[in-house]
């Protein structure tokens, strides 16, 4: 929703390059903030998450920092594979029981 | 089972129809998340239970639309005389916390085709 703001894809990259995906959040309160990757023909999948600020989330080589001033929740990897080809969610919890998602940054790695 | 499960994987309608959408959460999960994701979109929250009980229904977009958790573990989604806005990929989610910072493990989802 409106919530989360995450830069439109799709993004392709060759193998081995850096890659950065940009998510901004508006939010009263300290969300936890998500990275969720889904494959294709797949469900979401937890990627990473960071529940305060200056938390860095990890895993699989991605990186995300939760920046309280600058309302963000960047994803990056160094060094990319053609099996991190996905769409990428970025995602914050509300003070309610619901998720709130970016519309999803599609990647196509090639070799 | 290992993961929450969605079932069918694929529904084909025609306008009209009523649909019912099952989802066995992982086992112990307290927490069930319903949400609707367009195509292109991200998935957007419809409704949430903790265990039997319809906490949230805020994000159900008509009265057409009603999930149900009888026994605290498998709920059904159920759509009355579905329309073609209907169109979507359901997913469902679980938690095992009450609270929803938590993380949520989600299905394959069902993908609903409304003719």
């Known amino acids: 929703g409106d919530s989360v703001t995450q830069m439109e894809g799709p993004v392709t990259l060759s193998e081995e390059a850096f890659l950065t995906i940009n998510c901004t959040y508006t939010?009263?309160?300290?969300?936890?903030l998500f990275w969720y990757v889904q494959y294709p023909g797949e469900g979401l999948q937890l990627l990473l998450k960071a529940t305060k600020a200056d938390d860095k989330g990890s895993n699989k080589g991605f990186e995300a920092t939760y920046r309280k001033e600058t309302t963000s929740f960047h994803l990056e990897k160094g060094s990319v594979q053609v099996s991190d080809s996905a769409v990428y969610f970025c995602?914050?919890?509300?003070?309610?029981?619901?998720?709130?998602f970016g519309t999803g940054t599609s990647l196509t790695v090639i070799p | 089972g290992a993961g929450v499960s969605q079932s069918p994987r694929y529904k084909v309608a025609k306008r009209g129809q009523d649909v019912a959408l099952r989802c066995d959460p992982i086992s112990g999960h307290v927490s069930l998340f319903w949400y609707q994701q367009a195509l292109g979109q991200g998935p957007e929250f419809l409704t949430y239970?903790?265990?039997?009980?319809?906490?949230?229904k805020s994000g159900l977009p008509s009265d057409r639309f009603f999930a149900e958790r009888p026994e605290g573990s498998v709920s059904t989604l159920k759509i009355q005389r579905t329309q073609q806005e209907d169109s979507a990929v359901y997913l469902c989610?679980?938690?095992?916390?009450?609270?929803?910072?938590?993380?949520?493990?989600f299905g394959a989802g069902t993908r609903l085709s409304v003719l």
């Open positions: 989610a679980s938690s095992w916390q009450r609270v929803a910072k938590n993380i949520q493990y």
């Open positions: 239970f903790q265990n039997e009980a319809q906490l949230d």
């Open positions: 995602a914050r919890s509300s003070t309610g029981n619901q998720f709130y």
């Open positions: 939010a009263t309160g300290y969300p936890s």
